[in-house]
């Protein structure tokens, strides 16, 4: 089974910049799209963004378009989320997620079959 950790996450100030990891471990990304989900507080996983198995295809959530931008590096088994001009209500516990397809057209929490464990973004007015 694939273990995704993720990192990178900490305390901002609202504009400023993060960049999320995900490295994986005993399997290989390659041939699965990935994505990052994320989770504030008293609400439910909402999708940020997702990669193709190639990397030549993106999905962004809409709140956060414009804002982030999603890697891989097949190589080196990782994914990453650039983050910019971060607001407040970006704050919530970041996921990276396997998805059970090799295109990134898919954003429902049951189309990805493996998480991490979670990085903490939290941002401060």
């Known amino acids: 089974q694939v273990q995704l950790v993720e990192s990178g996450g900490g305390l901002v100030q609202a504009g400023g910049s993060l960049r999320l990891s995900c490295a994986a471990s005993?399997?290989?990304?390659?041939?699965?799209?990935m994505g990052w989900f994320r989770q504030a507080p008293g609400k439910g996983r909402e999708f940020v963004a997702a990669?193709?198995?190639?990397?030549?295809?993106?999905t962004y959530g809409y709140s956060v378009k414009g804002r982030v931008t999603i890697s891989r590096d097949n190589a080196k088994n990782t994914v990453d989320l650039q983050m910019n001009s971060l607001k407040p209500e970006d704050t919530a516990v970041y996921f990276c997620?396997?998805?059970?397809?090799?295109?990134?057209?898919?954003?429902?929490?049951?189309?990805?079959?493996?998480w991490g464990q979670g990085t903490q973004v939290t941002v401060s007015s």
């Open positions: 997620a396997r998805s059970l397809y090799t295109g990134s057209n898919h954003l429902e929490v049951n189309e990805y079959d493996a």
């Open positions: 005993r399997r290989t990304l390659s041939g699965y799209a």
């Open positions: 990669i193709s198995s190639t990397g030549f295809g993106t």
